[in-house]
């Protein structure tokens, strides 16, 4: 094993060196020993990129446009100044989200006009972009149980300006059978271990890490997932991810979806530009859908978070049980 100065746990160590190519491994444990580069994106919803980004620059931001972006802007590593004491961030025309999670969205790739399920959808950061994204046309049903951050996401979503998104404060593994093949996209950004927002100087970001831990999310995911890919239409697109490494939490959540829906198909994407590697087909002896060699892990480095990204579609006219909707259907939206 490599020595390390970080105050990771040992085991999360060991498991990262089974999962991260031996070529990115140093990469990798050194971006939990350095701060993120900050990263912000323009609300086209509020300003124009040009506009916002001129006026941060006259105010003194040093912004770098993010590489194959068209809304991203990074600030130099060790830069104090706070973008959330700007007009800017007050009045909705940014929000600070790390690239990881722009490109989800990119990823899912909304439309406008489409319905769209946003499962698990506090602070808001991956809902108002689909809402960018569909500029503003269209329906989201975000949904999220815990009552801060529900209340959270709704004050983000004002301030943002997003229009076609209506919060449901519920469990999201009940969305499944109450909305059967409603929505035309559907995000599950599912509650994970957060392993790639641990930082070796801050002990309490990974103070509860432990291998039951992830267990204990996997269950929870699985559930997510299922009733998730329950409101899928066929032939539409649902992307499941997480800020986890563990394959308990990404590559087998996915691989029991497949298990038990054989209409539930992967769909294979790209994303250049970004360290990467194929989501895994082995963990632990077992052996998984060899299919989950589409999905993508984006490695982490000074700007990116790690990320587990999958891509899955619902074959047309195989027949899933998804069952008739329940009368409380009704309070969803309908387009
Ligand atoms: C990774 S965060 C989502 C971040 C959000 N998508 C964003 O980009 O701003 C996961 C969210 O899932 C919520 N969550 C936890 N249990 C849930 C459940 N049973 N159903 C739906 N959401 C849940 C958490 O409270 C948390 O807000």
Same mark, same amino acid.
């Given at each position: ?98 690239? +990881? ?92 271990? +957060? ?9 309490? +970001? ?11 999310? +996997? ?117």
């Amino acid at each position: 094993m490599e020595t390390l100065s970080t105050t990771l746990p040992v085991r999360f160590v060991e498991r990262l060196q089974a999962i991260v190519p031996p070529a990115r491994l140093a990469e990798t444990l050194a971006s939990f020993d350095r701060p993120k580069i900050p990263v912000l994106r323009v609300n086209t919803l509020r300003s124009s990129v040009m506009e916002t980004f001129t006026e941060l620059q006259s105010q003194g931001f040093p912004l770098d446009p993010l590489p194959k972006s068209e809304y991203a802007a990074s600030l130099p590593p060790e830069w104090k100044r706070p973008l959330t004491e700007t007009a800017a961030f007050a009045e909705g025309r940014i929000y600070l989200q790390n690239p +990881s999670s722009m490109l989800a969205v990119e990823v899912l790739a909304p439309r406008p006009g489409e319905e769209v399920l946003d499962l698990c959808a506090a602070p808001g950061g991956k809902t108002s972009l689909l809402a960018m994204k569909m500029g503003n046309r269209g329906r989201i049903a975000a949904v999220e149980p815990v009552k801060d951050r529900f209340y959270r996401l709704k004050a983000n979503l004002t301030r943002l300006g997003v229009t076609v998104a209506r919060g449901y404060r519920m469990d999201g593994r009940a969305v499944g059978h109450k909305v059967p093949e409603r929505f035309d996209r559907v995000l599950v950004d599912a509650p994970c271990s +957060s392993e790639s927002r641990f930082r070796s100087e801050d002990p309490q +970001s990974h103070a509860h890490w432990h291998e039951r831990k992830i267990a204990e999310c +996997s269950r929870k995911q699985k559930r997510l997932l299922l009733s998730a890919f329950q409101a899928l239409k066929p032939g539409g697109r649902l992307l499941y991810c997480t800020c986890a490494f563990a394959p308990e939490e990404n590559e087998m959540v996915v691989d029991a979806l497949l298990l038990r829906h054989p209409e539930a198909e992967i769909v294979p994407f790209q994303l250049p530009g970004v360290a990467q590697q194929p989501g895994l087909t082995r963990w632990q002896g077992k052996t998984l859908a060899a299919s989950l060699k589409e999905a993508l892990r984006i490695l982490p480095d000074r700007i990116y978070d790690g990320f587990f990204l999958c891509l899955v579609t619902k074959g047309r006219g195989v027949g899933a049980k998804a069952g008739p909707a329940r009368k409380d259907a009704a309070a969803w939206p309908r387009s």
